[in-house]
T-cell receptor, first 112, second 112 residues
Framework: QQQVKQSPQSLIVQKGGIPIINCAYENTAFDYFPWYQQFPGKGPALLIAIRPDVSEKKEGRFTISFNKSAKQFSLHIMDSQPGDSATYFCAASMEGGNQFYFGTGTSLTVIP | DADVTQTPRNRITKTGKRIMLECSQTKGHDRMYWYRQDPGLGLRLIYYSFDVKDINKGEISDGYSVSRQAQAKFSLSLESAIPNQTALYFC???????????FGEGSRLTVL
């Protein structure tokens, strides 16, 4: 059973557009929600993360929106650039937990 | 030099062969993980370890074994490889305080 459901599987946007990637979870014990970015031939790397005590977090052009009641969180990329083309994974874990549960990934292509 | 180093980066082998993937880290983290990445399935946890004497199964441990030789070294073995173990394998370490995962660059395994 997939603990974290991610959509869409792939996304194509024009440069300057705002791609949005969505994730949903069921386990209310999760309290740490990171997003990882993976370029071809590389391992995933932490992009941005949020805890459920806030509804939004921004770091540069990347924003996480968090809806605790709906058990959903999403990644928004403002003014997207071709260099943002990558695979994005959402994840969830529990405080002091041993495991991360990853979404299935979203392949983003930003067209110049 | 990479903080998390995996060897080999690419390996082609035949069904029934024993394969070992190695991981070493210079980050000084106690927690180490092995993940498997398949298209459309995201990252799935195979095994994790909190120290040399602590080994734990993840969600897809069948057909795999691990060894934590030292704090810095964590290897993954396939005793008798089969074609459906063809995948991209990632080693990761975890920062105890921040929870951030640091991934290696991956080992692509093909089982014919």
């Amino acid at each position: 059973q997939q603990q974290v459901k991610q959509s869409p599987q792939s996304l194509i946007v024009q440069k300057g557009g705002i791609p949005i990637i969505n994730c949903a979870y069921e386990n209310t014990a999760f309290d740490y929600f990171p997003w990882y970015q993976q370029f071809p031939g590389k391992g995933p790397a932490l992009l941005i993360a949020i805890r459920p005590d806030v509804s939004e977090k921004k770091e540069g052009r990347f924003t996480i929106s968090f809806n605790k009641s709906a058990k959903q969180f999403s990644l928004h990329i403002m003014d997207s650039q071709p260099g943002d083309s990558a695979t994005y994974f959402c994840a969830a874990s529990m405080e002091g937990g041993n495991q991360f549960y990853f979404g299935t990934g979203t392949s983003l292509t930003v067209i110049p | 030099d990479a903080d998390v180093t995996q060897t080999p980066r690419n390996r082609i082998t035949k069904t029934g062969k024993r394969i070992m993937l190695e991981c070493s880290q210079t980050k000084g983290h106690d927690r180490m993980y092995w993940y498997r990445q398949d298209p459309g399935l995201g990252l799935r946890l195979i095994y994790y370890s909190f120290d040399v004497k602590d080994i734990n199964k993840g969600e897809i441990s069948d057909g795999y074994s691990v060894s934590r030789q030292a704090q810095a070294k964590f290897s993954l073995s396939l005793e008798s490889a089969i074609p459906n173990q063809t995948a991209l394998y990632f080693c990761a370490t975890r920062h105890t305080s921040t929870g951030e995962l640091f991934f290696g660059e991956g080992s692509r395994l093909t089982v014919l």
